[in-house]
């Protein structure tokens, strides 16, 4: 992944570095290497209509509730998992997954009830991005596949499936949820977790010609007026 952190550093007018390590000298006949960390520069957004921008914002709203979450239970089980590779005992590993299975729906259970449909279909491919497995696998991993059956049937009578993987160089709604993400970690909106996920970002932006779809999010929104 390509690092998005630029730096800028503000100092008082006529101040001087405290710390001497910042300074270089450069005696006659030396070479100077300057070594930039590497940036990408993402081409503007192309919107069709100022309505577009509306939708694309809401859009945008959602994807910064949802990415915390994901990114919150990608370090978590990374904990778990380098701490189950530490422990020989069999009996000690399942105490410890169910130490931190209660810990975790302690800390997610409350806050997810209380996220829109399409907050937790981020959620769920956000996961993917973060932990390189879906949701379900998760489960499976953690549970008895039969749990995680359950856990599927469930998600499904809203619609969602946990089994939802992210692809944003072939699905429209990955491919806006990662545009948001990437422009939010170059302006530090969001904190920068690389997914675990390979894909060139550059290269899909610059493939789509930065071109925004929302047009699904107007059918929906056009549904949910019908059935007022």
Known sequence: MYSFFGFAQKREIDSLPKNLEEYIIVKPGDTLTIVFDEISIFPKQRFKSTEDIRYYLWFKTKVFKAYPYARLASQRLDTLNNRL??????????????????????????????????????????????????????????????????????????????????????????????????RAFQNDLLQYQSSKLKFDFTQII??????????EYKKMFAKMKKKK
Do not use: C
């Open 206 to 215: 610059t493939d789509k010609k930065a071109e925004i779809n929302v047009e």
């Open 85 to 182: 590779d530490r422990i020989k005992s069999n009996s000690k590993k399942r105490k410890y997954v169910k130490l931190i299975q209660e810990y975790m729906e302690g800390e997610f259970t409350d806050q997810l009830k209380k996220m829109t449909k399409t907050e937790g279909r981020i959620l769920i491919k956000l996961i993917h991005r973060q932990t390189g497995k879906t949701t379900f696998d998760n489960i499976k991993e953690l549970r008895s596949g039969w749990k995680a059956f359950w856990y599927n049937t469930t998600a499904n009578l809203f619609k969602l499936s946990l089994k939802e993987e992210y692809h944003p160089e072939s699905v429209n709604e990955d491919f806006l949820i990662e545009d948001i993400l990437q």
